[in-house]
């Protein structure tokens, strides 16, 4: 991306606040926590975008997991497209997890060819006992069939999670004799190099989430 660190760099060091991510259980009832997941300093509404860039952008560990195809996946190594869109949850949620995915499938379609070429999006399923890598692809095709999965063992998932500011915690037991799996919510935005510098909370609306995606792919955001 282009060099725009002056000024923005300037306001960055100058004028903070701070943003509380909150953690969300996907749970039977549509229960949700407030518990806060990651506080971070972050320069004044600059960057024109709906979501938060981060000045200090998580980096992404090297964790083994499981595509749909039930092939290795390595989020970092393979995040190499301009922006990876990334979302933890499970396929049984009944509430959240739908949406944002809906969200994210909507915002998709606000762009045109070249755009969509230039975007991935991977679920990472916070749920590995009951989410095969079978399971996973009839239930991301639902909403984009370009849409990659991925499982693998719980500790390396919470593991990718944690360094991502994405708490992954088993929920209680359900009279049916599932679980609930409470996850934080938020949609992060990957680049090359094992860096998310993106983050959008589980509210922002496919419109605005489209467009960001639309101004990051264009270069018109600081530099991360």
């Given at each position: 991306?282009?060099?725009?660190?002056?000024?923005?760099r300037?306001?960055?060091?100058?004028?903070?606040?701070?943003?509380?991510?909150?953690?969300?259980g996907?749970?039977?009832?549509?229960?949700?926590?407030?518990?806060?997941?990651?506080?971070?300093?972050?320069?004044?509404?600059?960057?024109?975008?709906?979501?938060?860039?981060?000045?200090?952008?998580?980096?992404?560990?090297?964790?083994?997991?499981v595509?749909?195809?039930?092939?290795?996946?390595?989020?970092?190594?393979?995040?190499?497209?301009?922006?990876?869109?990334?979302?933890?949850?499970?396929?049984?949620?009944?509430?959240?997890?739908?949406?944002?995915?809906?969200?994210?499938a909507?915002?998709?379609?606000?762009?045109?060819?070249?755009?969509?070429?230039?975007?991935?999006?991977?679920?990472?399923?916070?749920?590995?006992?009951?989410?095969?890598?079978?399971?996973?692809?009839?239930?991301?095709?639902?909403?984009?069939?370009?849409?990659?999965?991925?499982?693998?063992?719980?500790?390396?998932?919470?593991?990718?999670?944690?360094?991502?500011?994405?708490?992954?915690?088993?929920?209680?037991?359900?009279?049916?004799g599932?679980?609930?799996?409470?996850?934080?919510?938020?949609?992060?935005?990957?680049?090359?190099?094992?860096?998310?510098?993106?983050?959008?909370t589980?509210?922002?609306?496919?419109?605005?989430?489209?467009?960001?995606?639309k101004?990051?792919?264009?270069?018109?955001v600081?530099?991360?």
């Open positions: 991306m282009a060099d725009r660190r002056g000024p923005r300037l306001v960055a060091a100058l004028v903070t606040v701070l943003a509380v991510l909150a953690l969300t996907c749970g039977a009832r549509g229960q949700a926590s407030d518990s806060p997941v990651a506080n971070v300093s972050i320069a004044a509404d600059t960057d024109g975008l709906h979501g938060v860039v981060l000045p200090n952008p998580y980096r992404v560990p090297h964790e083994r997991l595509d749909t195809a039930g092939r290795p996946f390595d989020l970092a190594a393979e995040a190499t497209k301009p922006l990876t869109l990334v979302f933890f949850g499970y396929t049984n949620c009944p509430d959240v997890c739908q949406v944002v995915m809906a969200t994210i909507a915002s998709l379609v606000r762009l045109d060819a070249r755009e969509k070429a230039e975007v991935a999006m991977v679920f990472v399923t916070t749920d590995p006992v009951r989410d095969t890598p079978r399971k996973l692809h009839a239930y991301l095709d639902r909403f984009n069939p370009s849409f990659e999965g991925a499982t693998g063992s719980l500790p390396a998932i919470v593991r990718l999670g944690r360094a991502l500011a994405i708490p992954v915690e088993k929920g209680q037991k359900l009279a049916s599932g679980y609930d799996v409470t996850h934080g919510t938020q949609v992060l935005g990957l680049v090359p190099g094992g860096r998310a510098p993106y983050v959008w589980q509210g922002t609306d496919p419109g605005a989430l489209g467009d960001d995606i101004k990051i792919l264009a270069d018109q600081p530099d991360q």
